[in-house]
């Protein structure tokens, strides 16, 4: 009874309160009365309670207090009568009906645990909105240094039209070098007015006990010349060292290439460790550079063998340790084991490269018990190719961080197809292990309706998520960016999923969004796990006149799909072998990269739908790469 009052108080606090300093004393008082009389009940009011300040917007005079509006252009949030609760909200309005991407109000930083879940919510009221996008919440992870880690949408996004009260919510769990989150809206290309009210992040599960570390050793402090439970591996005259530069303690190993020529330096790898499959690990190393530079950098990996110890697979520590000088950064992975794992190892080198590199305290867990679940395979991704028949490299993506990068990728939202039952949803969207992952998922959804141009409709209930990225498109876009090109050669390395009433493709697409037309250089059905198909369309928003050619291929497999565009002609390439040349039959147009999955609806026969296929299913897309 007792803590159920105290927790009252402490919402009512934090729900209206002007935060001065001496309110923020009895706020403070009255939390650790709470925490000294009451240790056991403790933990689940930390985790109920709303860590957003100010979070009704009730309190400050011109502004609210611990939030702050940020301009975009000449747009500008304001501080607002119309509410929810109280008598103040934020308003964010665009006059008007063209694309404008507004202002937006964005939250105080709150302190945040790693590997945890939170659950957020906002109110939220249009008012005429429409656009290409509807108003949206979020909530933004940083790291230590609050450098942006990712963003993860307050679903479903707010309607078009004019639309009352609603709650929208999110649950998400931090990433593992999440340490601050904030809240922020706003309305990206789209107009109309959007009210938002009564904010609330909280903690829903504990912080996690840390799990005891695997690895012996780890701080490499025992041994006399080389580390005890470590092995020093030569590649010709190369072999790592045991140094006195460390992170903490006494001991590092050191890897050194002198000079500027690439090479590949030898290795150390830790002992071998009883692993559990179809299990959740996560793994870190400590890691310092000085004048590193190369086709690779320094990266450490973490290596799956089956009970005969046999190689599976490795899973890559990322992101890889940067060139040039720099001081002790921490390198992460989350991965799932296989079925068939039952051994792990950690191993780190220089693959191509040049200068020193040191490693130190070195951790591998065990989060969960096995749990069978059809999670993505990641897979070591190969050093980008400098040059390919006379191409240059200008441009790639190597999905090495742990989302989708937003400076380089639009995340698609929004119905998939007219004749599908599924809408993009960026939560379908994943990148690990170096790979994005686009899931189809058996999750009721509900987003606008399309038809075959694109052009919007009602808002529309629909069975299953698909995911989508591609280069953001724009009616004003320009070649001054080299992932938009008239001529050109794309490249990707990726695998279908398999399953009926599945389809994913790979595709350029006009950078001005205009459906003039459309190169596929990779789509498949997933019911047909033997054929891929290659398409030009043209005249798309006339007639949608095409020209297709297959082939015979398994494509749950990983292949290296390419396209060149140049000379008004076009060529398909599948792991470098020429498949197919058409005359292009559009005129020179910017294109730009996209892909997407998505599940079709019982009443077409391609793809169907997916009423029997096991989901979800992934495309896994290795790299995109861009040549000139």
Not at 385 to 394: D, E, I, R, S
Not at 398 to 415: C, Y
Not at 597 to 608: K, M
Request: hydrophobic share 35%; aromatic share 10%.
């Amino acid at each position: 009874m007792i803590s159920t009052i105290i927790v009252q108080a402490i919402g009512m606090y934090l729900g209206k309160i002007n935060f001065t300093t001496k309110n923020v004393t009895k706020l403070a008082f009255l939390t650790s009365f709470l925490v000294l009389t009451c240790p056991i009940l403790a933990p689940s009011v930390l985790a109920d309670t709303n860590l957003v300040l100010n979070p009704g917007l009730e309190s400050g005079t011109t502004t609210p207090l611990n939030w702050t509006f940020v301009n975009q252009g000449v747009n500008t949030p304001i501080w607002d009568s119309v509410s929810h609760s109280g008598s103040r909200s934020i308003k964010i309005n665009i006059p008007g009906t063209k694309n404008v991407i507004s202002g937006y109000p964005q939250s105080d930083m709150i302190d945040a645990q790693p590997l945890s879940i939170y659950s957020a919510s906002v109110w939220g009221k249009t008012q005429n909105t429409g656009g290409s996008n509807t108003p949206a919440a979020r909530i933004v992870e940083l790291d230590a240094d609050k450098n942006w880690i990712r963003q993860n949408n307050i679903l479903p996004v707010f309607g078009r039209g004019t639309n009352d009260w609603a709650q929208r919510t999110v649950e998400f769990q931090t990433s593992a070098n999440t340490r601050y989150l904030y809240v922020y809206a706003n309305i990206w290309n789209g107009y109309g007015n959007f009210w938002m009210d009564d904010v609330t992040v909280s903690l829903k599960t504990p912080t996690p006990t840390p799990a005891p570390n695997l690895v012996l050793n780890p701080g490499l402090e025992i041994g006399t010349t080389t580390p005890l439970n470590w092995t020093f591996v030569n590649k010709g005259a190369n072999t790592p060292i045991l140094d006195s530069v460390s992170h903490s303690g006494s001991r590092s190993i050191k890897i050194s290439i002198p000079g500027t020529t690439n090479v590949i330096s030898g290795y150390l790898q830790s002992d071998i460790i009883d692993a559990q499959p179809l299990s959740t690990y996560t793994a870190s190393v400590w890691g310092k550079t000085q004048n590193t530079g190369g086709s690779n950098t320094p990266a450490a990996r973490v290596v799956e063998l089956d009970a005969d110890q046999k190689w599976i697979r490795q899973n890559n520590i990322i992101p890889v340790f940067g060139r040039g000088t720099n001081d002790w950064a921490q390198r992460t992975v989350e991965f799932q084991t296989s079925a068939n794992t039952r051994y792990l190892y950690i191993y780190a080198n220089i693959w191509n490269g040049y200068g020193d590199f040191w490693m130190d305290d070195v951790e591998l867990s065990l989060k969960n018990p096995p749990t069978p679940t059809l999670t993505p395979t990641p897979i070591q991704t190969p050093a980008p190719t400098p040059a390919v028949n006379g191409w240059n490299l200008v441009w790639s993506d190597e999905f090495d961080g742990t989302s989708i990068d937003a400076n380089k990728w639009e995340i698609f939202e929004g119905e998939t197809e007219p004749f599908g039952d599924s809408c993009f949803t960026p939560n379908a969207l994943t990148v690990n292990g170096g790979m994005a992952h686009l899931g189809i998922m058996r999750t009721p959804t509900t987003c606008y309706s399309t038809d075959q141009y694109g052009n919007g409709g009602k808002l529309k209930q629909h069975n299953y998520a698909g995911a989508g990225f591609g280069v953001p498109t724009t009616s004003s876009a320009t070649s001054t960016s080299n992932i938009i090109l008239s001529q050109g050669r794309w490249e990707t390395r990726a695998r279908f999923p398999k399953g009926a009433g599945t389809t994913a493709y790979i595709l350029l697409w006009p950078a001005n969004d205009e459906w003039t037309a459309e190169i596929d250089f990779a789509e498949a059905i997933g019911s047909n796990k033997n054929e891929m198909t290659f398409t030009q369309h043209w005249d798309g928003t006339v007639s949608d006149k095409s020209e297709e050619v297959s082939l015979a291929i398994d494509i749950t497999q990983y292949h290296v799909y390419a396209v060149e565009m140049k000379n008004n002609q076009l060529k398909w390439y599948v792991d470098g072998n020429l498949i197919a040349t058409q005359t292009q039959k559009f005129a020179p147009t910017l294109m730009g990269f996209s892909a997407g999955t998505w599940a079709g609806n019982c009443s077409n026969d391609w793809p169907g739908c997916p009423t029997g296929t096991t989901l979800p299913v992934y495309m896994d897309i290795d790299y995109v790469r861009v040549y000139t």
